[in-house]
C-alpha cells in the first residue's frame, strides 16, 4: 500500500500569514492531488499534479497555490491565509489502470484565526 | 458540475446485519472508488471498480457505469465497520487515475 505522509498534522495560522502544508510519497506514484474536507461539503479538489514540475487547478483552486518540485513531493501554499480555508486538508497519491486507486494522507488539520 | 449523492445518509445496524450503500452520479465515470473514513479522519480505500462486481473479504462493489450507479455491499457487520463510507467517481480517459469527485458519504454505526 501506498505511504503518504503530511506535515505539520496540525497548524494554526494567523489571518493574512503564509502557510505552507507539505505531503511525500514513497511508491513512485506520478499523480498527487490536494483536497480540503469540511462538513456538508464533502472532499473538493484543490490542485493536482501529473508529475514533477506540473500543477493543474481542481474545482476549487481560489486562495491556493501548489508545487511539485519532485515525484514525491507535493505542497499547498495559501498566500495569504483566510478564516475560511481553516479545513482538513488531504493529500493523495495515485497511478493509472484499471483498478487506479488513490490513497490518502493522515490529513493535516488548519485553524486560520 | 458534476456531482455524486450517496444514500442513506447514515444506517444504524445490528453486528451481524447486512449494509447496501448506493452511489448515484450525474455524469458517466469512468470508475468508482470506495473509500473508509475513519472516526477521527484518516481515508482507507477499499475498492476501486470501473464496472461490474468486485469482491474483497466482506465487500462486494457493484459499478453500472451506463445507469450511472454504484453499490456497496458490507456483510455481516461488525462493530469495527463503524464509521463513513465515501464513493468518488472518476472522470477522465481510462486509466489516467483522474480527478475524483466525492459524495458527502453514508455514515454507518453497528451495535452490538
Known amino acids: 500500500e501506498a505511504a503518504v505522509t503530511q506535515s505539520p498534522r496540525n497548524k494554526v495560522a494567523v489571518t493574512g500569514g503564509k502557510v505552507t502544508l507539505s505531503c511525500n510519497q514513497t511508491n513512485n506514484h506520478n499523480n498527487m492531488y490536494w483536497y480540503r474536507q469540511d462538513t456538508g461539503h464533502g472532499l473538493r479538489l484543490i490542485h493536482y499534479?501529473?508529475?514533477?514540475?506540473?500543477?493543474e487547478k481542481g474545482d476549487i483552486p481560489d486562495g491556493y497555490k501548489a508545487s511539485r518540485p519532485s515525484q514525491e513531493n507535493f505542497s499547498l501554499i495559501l498566500e495569504l491565509a483566510t478564516p475560511s480555508q481553516t479545513s482538513v486538508y488531504f493529500c493523495a497519491s495515485g497511478d493509472g489502470g484499471l483498478y487506479a486507486e488513490q490513497f490518502f494522507g493522515p490529513g493535516t488539520r488548519l485553524t486560520v484565526l | 458540475g458534476q456531482q455524486v449523492q450517496q444514500s442513506p445518509a447514515s444506517l444504524v445496524l445490528q453486528e451481524g446485519e447486512n449494509a447496501e450503500l448506493q452511489c448515484n452520479f450525474s455524469?458517466?465515470?469512468?470508475?468508482l472508488q470506495w473509500f473508509y473514513q475513519r472516526p477521527g479522519g484518516s481515508l482507507v480505500s477499499l475498492l476501486s471498480?470501473?464496472?461490474g462486481t468486485k469482491h474483497t473479504g466482506r465487500l462486494t462493489s457493484t459499478t453500472v457505469t451506463k445507469e450511472r450507479r454504484g453499490s456497496l455491499h458490507i456483510s455481516s457487520s461488525q462493530i469495527t465497520d463503524s464509521g463513513t463510507y465515501l464513493c468518488?467517481?472518476?472522470?477522465?480517459?481510462?486509466?489516467?487515475?483522474?480527478?475524483?469527485?466525492f459524495g458527502k458519504g453514508t455514515k454507518l454505526s453497528v451495535k452490538s
Open positions: 455524469s458517466t465515470a469512468t470508475r
Open positions: 468518488a467517481m472518476e472522470l477522465g480517459s481510462w486509466g489516467s487515475n483522474a480527478k475524483l469527485t
Open positions: 499534479s501529473y508529475g514533477a514540475g506540473s500543477t
Open positions: 471498480n470501473p464496472s
